[in-house]
């Protein structure tokens, strides 16, 4: 039998009033929870792994002999990554040591060529006093017709040719010492030239071997053994995944109340939401995405439509949890920043929790220093040191 219908309208009437009450009251407890808590946290899914690409590239041209890494592997610093033939390289050094040789000899003669100089004008300074005595003492007898003419005309002319030859001597030793003065055998310019030289030809010979510039793992490997390879090519990538962050896009209407330093909860797609990962708001980027882009929106021109513009910001992890659940490069992440704290700088000094990496230069070996002190030393007829050298070349400009 049916119910009747006041029956009816009085059940459905009260369950659209628990409805009701429902609705408010979860209204309620959702402004609640937005105003208290809610309002303090900004969340994104669009954030992604980020980190530096470090090129590996060949410094000079060459052949690859030997490649010693492949895609995926981890390498750590200073690890031989591959190897180009060293043997131009090593031709090259043994001919700059040839030129030093030489250099040092060529500007030992130098110095030689100095002292005779000096002695040859003190032997024309002797001749011309001669020439001078010989001359006045033909003058002398002249009146007494002791000598002729001709004789004193010939005392003449050897003077004039002493006064000539002492002239041009003095005019060799400047030359000469315009060559040598303020300096010794070891700094001598053309020794330096020629040092520099091998130094540089060293340093060709040193960039046969690519190394690892910073700890990381081998990605975009695409070099060969056998493969001629010139400067600048792009030879492999290294990834260094122990300084990764994350490039979380928030729309702009987010970015009011974000500072530098304020915590971030993370979470990668990877472990799910069993794994947690915190980090710190490192700096909010300069512009927009669409802003940077390679043909970035022309607004002023034809039809418009506001469209929600997208800002980078750049969040570091802590390292630790880095090590324990390692990250990589490109992997999705959801993110949510705490953003009760807003003391902090808009603008942030330092973005990284690890200093940059940088790569050593090759410098100078010291192997090589002792080197060519020991060939400087051989060719300038003198042992030891190079600071002994240059003292013992040292020769006083008069």
Known sequence: MDQPPATNNHTRNRALLILAVVTVVGGLVWLTHLYLVGRYYQTTDDAYISSDLVQITSEVPGTVIAVNVDDTQSVERGQVLAVLDPADAQVAIGSAEAQLARAVRNVRALFAQRDQLQAQIAQRVSDLGRAQDDLDRRQGLL??????????????????????????????????????????????????????????????????????????????????????VAAGSPLMALVPLDDVWVDANFKEVQLRTMRVGQPVTLHADLYGNGVDFHGRLAGLSAGSGSAFALLPPQNASGNWIKIVQRVPVRITLDPQELKAHPLRVGLSMTVKVDVHDTTGPVVSSQVRNLPQPTQESAGDDPQLQERIDRIVALNAGRDGSRTSIARAAAVPVR
């Open 143 to 228: 009146a007494d017709g002791a000598v002729s003419g001709e004789e004193l005309s010939h005392s003449r002319d050897a003077l004039a040719v002493a006064r000539a030859a002492l002239n041009a001597a003095r005019e060799q030793l400047n030359a000469t010492e315009a060559q040598t003065q303020g300096t010794t055998i070891a700094t001598h310019p053309q020794v330096l030239d020629a040092e520099a030289a091998v130094r540089n030809v060293a340093l060709a010979l040193h960039r046969t071997e690519l190394r690892a510039p910073v700890s990381g793992v081998i990605a975009k490997r695409s070099v060969q053994v056998g493969q001629r």
